[in-house]
């Protein structure tokens, strides 16, 4: 089963807009990371939220989590071209990270 | 050069062929791991480590061998490729204790199995 699943899987918007991604978890998460990915590169980490939490601010990112809800969000305030690409957010449980499949996201010029 | 690299970049070979891919670290990363990327399946973990000399299975590891004689290298190991092993495997590394916190990600090793 998947733990982090992203919605929506693909999201496109003009650029100086603010995107915003969810993700939903199933089960209790001691933290949650965001990641991205660019087009055929390894994924690069952007942000850890503990579950203790509630947001987190990083540059032009904002994170949120809601434990009760178990979900999280991610901001990306002024898109610029270069944000385009995947976006994951797998949650720690019991030593692992488990991973959805993914928002797409392409910022338009 | 510092960081995770992984080798080779791109491979194809044939089905029943071993191959394997290799992972390398540079920051001394107590735990390594390695996942398959497929469309419409995100990351799924093979195998980790958390030490040299210490590996465990992760969701997908039939048909996959891993071995850590050294703290910066891990290598994976397709002991007879199969066509569904075609996928973009990545290592990663994390220098965390109590936890697994932020992974470093190498390039990936695109493998097709013909």
């Known amino acids: 089963s998947q733990q982090g699943e992203e919605d929506p899987q693909a999201l496109s918007i003009q650029e100086g807009e603010n995107a915003t991604m969810n993700c939903s978890y199933k089960?209790?998460?001691?933290?949650l990371q965001w990641y991205r990915q660019n087009s055929g590169r390894g994924l690069v980490h952007l942000i850890l939220i503990r579950s203790n939490e509630r947001e987190k601010h990083s540059g032009r990112l904002r994170v949120t989590l809601d434990t009760s809800k178990k979900s999280s969000s991610l901001l990306i305030t002024a898109s610029r071209a270069a944000d385009t690409a995947s976006y994951f957010c797998?949650?720690?449980?019991?030593?692992?990270?488990?991973w959805g499949a993914g928002t797409k996201l392409i910022i338009k010029p | 050069d510092a960081g995770i690299t992984q080798s080779p970049r791109y491979k194809i070979t044939e089905t029943g062929r071993q191959v394997t891919l290799m992972c390398h670290q540079t920051?001394?990363?107590?735990?390594m791991f390695w996942y398959r990327q497929d469309l419409g399946h995100g990351l799924r973990l093979i195998y980790y480590s958390a030490a040299a000399d210490i590996t465990d299975k992760g969701e997908v590891p039939d048909g996959y061998v891993v071995s850590r004689s050294k703290t910066e290298n891990f290598p994976l190991t397709l002991e007879s490729a199969t066509r569904s092993q075609t996928s973009v495997y990545f290592c990663a590394s994390s220098g965390k204790t109590g936890g697994i916190g932020e992974l470093f990600f190498g390039e990936g090793s695109r493998l097709t199995v013909l």
């Open positions: 920051w001394s990363h107590s735990y």
């Open positions: 089960t209790s998460i001691n933290n």
């Open positions: 797998p949650g720690e449980s019991n030593y692992q990270l488990i």
